[in-house]
């Protein structure tokens, strides 16, 4: 069985230095980047996009954002509403900010794997959950906030260790015993345990600067 701590190196390597390029070199994910397949801009006399196309090709955007490049270039992108925007592979798909966000200009998109598919509909229906295998998901555009042991809280409280993370991925694990080898403390400085003592318990791994209200 790979040790938790190996696991972490692994998704470290995978993803940190994309997520350092972003918080600390270009402005512009290398993942936009790839979105943006380095097309030439709009020059004079060329026809304007339509509207919806221009909003679909800002929703992939905002959606491989969210990716390392290699999970970028084949990953299918899909609305909330399970409107395919980008066809792609399947090992990986990748959804924008939600509307109710982006109206606010937060940023929050997320690529996930099969395992993390099925934890999200689990948790969004508020069922019983547990992974068959690791599970991989990256947020390396960051996050909004969230309380770190209450699954469904909206808001901030004094109690409910609410934190917004900057690029990170996240790991879940077959077997929840691994999760002791962690901490939960989100202030600690490193990988920590979100959730846990429920069935959506994962392993947040920080790969870069959290936004400067949550430091």
Same mark, same amino acid.
């Given at each position: 069985m790979m040790r938790v701590e190996v696991l972490i190196v692994l998704v470290l390597s995978a993803s940190g230095a994309v997520a350092q390029?972003?918080? &600390?070199?270009? *402005?512009? *994910?290398?993942?936009?980047?790839?979105?943006?397949?380095?097309?030439?801009? *709009?020059?004079m006399g060329a026809p304007a996009a339509s509207s919806?196309?221009?909003?679909?090709e800002a929703l992939i955007k905002d959606a491989l954002s969210a990716a390392p490049p290699l999970i970028a270039k084949t990953a299918t992108v899909k609305d909330w509403d399970g409107t395919v925007l980008k066809q792609g592979k399947d090992d990986f798909t990748c959804f924008p900010t939600e509307a109710s966000k982006r109206s606010k200009g937060e940023n929050e998109p997320m690529c996930? !794997? =099969?395992?993390?598919?099925?934890?999200?509909?689990?948790? $969004?229906? =508020?069922?019983?959950? =547990?992974?068959?295998?690791?599970?991989?998901? &990256? $947020?390396?555009?960051? !996050?909004?906030?969230?309380?770190?042991? !209450?699954? &469904?809280?909206?808001?901030?409280?004094? !109690?409910?260790?609410?934190?917004?993370?900057?690029?990170h991925t996240m790991v879940l694990l077959p077997d929840p015993a691994q999760l002791d080898a962690l901490p939960t403390d989100p202030n600690q400085g490193g990988p920590y345990v979100m959730w846990k003592g429920t069935p959506y318990a994962h392993i947040m791994v920080p790969v870069g600067e959290r936004p400067a209200a949550s430091r």
């Open positions: 390029e972003a918080v &600390y070199g270009s *402005h512009q *994910h290398p993942a936009v980047r790839i979105a943006q397949g380095g097309g030439a801009g *709009h020059t919806a196309t221009s909003d679909k996930l !794997d =099969k395992v993390w598919l099925a934890w999200g509909d689990a948790w $969004m229906n =508020k069922k019983p959950f =547990k992974a068959e295998k690791i599970g991989i998901a &990256y $947020m390396l555009a960051g !996050d909004t906030g969230a309380s770190n042991i !209450d699954p &469904y809280a909206e808001k901030r409280t004094s !109690d409910n260790q609410w934190i917004a993370e900057g690029p």
